[in-house]
């Protein structure tokens, strides 16, 4: 076994990877770019290398770099870990022929399985089935076209170079085929520099099955079972599971036996997944007459591959490790079993109602399911950040990783929504919620499962949250008077809301939320507190704080939430969703005016109570002016910076409008 590794990547598999080398006793070294300079994966390796700039291919693309820091800090073995150099055939070489051992196949292998075309003229010589479709050398435009036409549409154009669900086009007549085929070949180019394409008939509500696959260098290749990676966004996992819902003991050992030949065609050592593509013709209800084709196979260490290891109790980082350093594999095919069921939730930096646009940020409040005092059974976490790192343009979106163990699945289901719930991200836009609706969908309840399911259940996935603006206005007032309870001041002056707790029956507080604008007033009457949000008729509100959630009532309601102040933003997290509203300080308002014109404006609709100055006289920033009273509350207009009262124009018991100027501050001399 190798006494040192370096690890050839960064984020959550850098530090999966070097988890297992740790507990087997075996020393990391870890590669790092500018941007990582103090990144989760630096901290979790014995040594690391700085090995350039932040942008990947000035640091984690840069082999002759990372095959010297090997060397320099004596590593024997380079890890790869998935995508960067992990499927590139010449870094697998560069290795090999620098004496280091590189963590993965063979670099033929990866060649062979390197181009989708290719790979698959060497499935179809192994036997392995295969989408129908054209993959053969001749790119004659009116040739693939005649070839779509044979294959009947719709069609799916894919560049054979392809990855990441990218340079894909489903075509779904003739008319089309022209102009889907030069963008397909240009995003091709652009890409993955290689313009070469293919042409597949597009399978109708497919389901995407993949095998684990493990060889060693003794001839023994296994298959770890499958994992049904149906739901995608873009053509991308979204969720993942194993084993494959429905899926028969017949069908696995077929499609497992399809995968080891797959396998054996091209020598294959190490851990690979085969992908396959799944018909469903009998529909949901009849798994038994699900049919597969080979799509293409990944020679590397895959995302979602911890939910392998949940169901079948391996390390398979360990098994990676011990197959490079010559071992034969730990067991054989008939000593393998399933226990139980899995899920993986892939946690991004993304926003989901906008079409997954990818987000960046500061993870200003990050804290995962253990954080909370509760436990959830069953529950892996793999992240490669920490509360306060930044999610940078430079890398991929994917924050961390949940993965979840049951008995059954409708337990994993269960465990991984509570685990969810449980997630407190802030700073930075995440699908955590969206993955929660989907969980909750029918279709996936129900293990109704194929590529389009986030399409066709998109009215219960998208746009409005089931935490709703009542509560989420109720938690606010309850978060923003406790945290006023809590700072309680001894001098009634400082405050500048005119609500006290003695005093005052009633008060306003305006909010945005999702850029619409949201009056809550709260009343004390006699029933209690009551709480009006909008237009709506009041409601009894009432909360109870336990250390960092609130226990809130409202409407014959109850959430137990926890909120977040990052300056205006409240961020709530509730049992049934989570939103942010953010709290408009009327009196900012009238500042920035203010600091613009050297004008004062009425934030409301009110009545002139008092000037606290005469003209002339000179102020201080932050000195109180003017005091106005609005929808029953005392507003104290403050200076927003130091001058000379220019001119009163009001006087005491005058109505003002919204907007209207109060007085005017001149810069002082
Ligand atoms: P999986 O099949 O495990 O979901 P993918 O093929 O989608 O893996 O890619 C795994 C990882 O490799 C991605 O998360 C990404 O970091 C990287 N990757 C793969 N292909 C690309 C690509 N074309 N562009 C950028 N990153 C890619
Ligand atoms: P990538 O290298 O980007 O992972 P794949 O060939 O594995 O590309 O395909 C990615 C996804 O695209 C699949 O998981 C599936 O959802 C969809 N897909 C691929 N081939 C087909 C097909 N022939 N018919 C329908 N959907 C397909
Ligand atoms: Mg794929």
Redesign the pocket.
């Known amino acids: 076994m190798f006494t040192k590794i370096l690890i050839a990547n960064r984020g959550e598999i850098a530090c999966r990877v070097a988890a297992t080398a740790r507990r087997m006793g075996i020393r990391t070294a870890a590669v790092y770019s500018d941007a990582d300079a103090h990144a989760r994966h630096v901290m979790a390796c014995d040594e690391a290398v700085h090995v350039g700039g932040s942008a990947p291919r000035d640091s984690y693309l840069r082999w002759q770099r990372i095959i010297d820091a090997a060397r320099a800090t004596g590593a024997q073995a380079i890890h790869p870990g998935?995508?960067f150099l992990s499927e590139n055939e010449d870094f697998a070489q560069a290795c090999q022929d620098a004496g280091l051992v590189f963590i993965g196949p063979p670099a033929s292998a990866i060649r062979d399985m390197g181009l989708k075309a290719e790979s698959k003229r060497l499935m179809e010589a192994a036997g392995v089935p295969l989408v129908p479709g054209y993959h053969g050398q001749d790119q004659d435009p009116a040739l693939l076209q005649r070839e779509a036409g044979r294959i009947g549409y719709p069609v799916l154009i894919k560049a054979s170079a392809g990855?990441?669900?990218?340079g894909m086009r489903a075509v779904d007549k003739a008319e089309d085929f022209a102009a889907a085929l030069a963008s397909c070949q240009r995003e091709a180019a652009g890409?993955f520099g290689n313009e070469a394409v293919l042409v597949e008939k597009y399978v109708q509500r497919p389901r995407h099955i993949e095998i684990q696959v493990f060889g060693d260098r003794h001839g023994h290749v296994v298959y770890l079972f499958e994992r049904d990676c149906s739901v995608q966004r873009r053509h991308?996992?979204v969720l993942e599971e194993a084993p494959a819902p429905g899926m028969t003991e017949a069908l696995r050992r077929q499609m497992g036996e399809a995968a080891v030949a797959a396998a054996r065609a091209v020598g294959y050592v190490g851990a690979g997944t085969v992908e396959f593509i799944v018909e469903q013709p009998g529909g949901y209800e009849r798994p038994e007459d699900m049919k597969f084709y080979f799509m293409e196979m990944?020679t590397r260490l895959?995302?979602?591959h911890p939910v392998t290891e949940a169901i079948t109790g391996l390390d398979l980082v360990e098994w990676q490790l011990r197959v490079a350093s010559g071992e034969p594999l730990p067991l054989a095919q008939d000593q393998l079993r399933l226990h139980g069921h899995a899920i993986e939730a892939r946690l991004c930096a993304e926003n989901p109602d906008n079409d997954f646009l990818p987000a960046t940020g500061q993870l200003a409040v990050y804290r995962k399911p253990s954080a909370s005092g509760f436990e959830v059974a069953d529950v892996r976490i793999d992240d490669g950040v920490r509360e306060g790192d930044a999610i940078s343009p430079f890398y991929?979106s994917?924050i961390a990783k949940l993965i979840v163990r049951g008995r059954t699945r409708a337990e994993a289901l269960g465990r991984l929504d509570a685990a969810l719930a449980l997630v407190r991200i802030v700073g930075v836009q995440t699908n955590v919620q969206f993955l929660r609706r989907v969980l909750a969908t029918p279709s996936f309840s129900g293990a109704r499962l194929d590529t389009a399911l986030i399409q066709r259940e998109q009215g219960r996935l998208f746009g409005q949250d089931p935490l709703g603006l009542d509560m989420a206005v109720a938690a606010a007032a309850a978060h923003i008077m406790l945290a006023e309870r809590a700072a309680e001041t001894p001098d009634p002056f400082s405050r500048t809301d005119g609500f006290r707790s003695h005093g005052v029956a009633s008060r306003r507080i305006d909010f945005d939320h999702q850029g619409q604008p949201v009056v809550a007033k709260l009343r004390y009457l006699p029933g209690g507190l009551h709480l009006q949000v909008g237009d709506e008729p009041a409601a009894p509100l009432s909360f109870t704080p336990q250390d960092e959630r609130i226990d809130v009532r409202y409407a014959g309601r109850r959430q137990v939430v926890q909120v977040f102040r990052r300056g205006a933003a409240l961020h709530i997290f509730g049992t049934d969703g989570a939103t942010a509203i953010t709290e408009l300080d009327p009196l900012a308002s009238a500042g920035e005016g203010a600091g613009e014109g050297g004008r004062l404006t009425a934030p409301m609709p009110g009545k002139v109570v008092s000037f606290a100055v005469k003209v002339g006289e000179q102020v201080r920033k932050g000195q109180p002016l003017a005091v106005m009273e609005a929808m029953k509350m005392e507003h104290t207009i403050a200076a927003p910076r130091d001058g000379v009262v220019g001119e009163l124009l009001f006087a005491p018991g005058d109505q003002v409008a919204e907007g209207d100027e109060l007085l005017r501050l001149a810069v002082s001399a």
Do not use: C, I, R
Not at 163 to 166: A, S, T, V
């Open positions: 998935y995508g990855g990441g669900g990218k890409s991308q996992k990944n895959q995302v979602e991929d994917m």
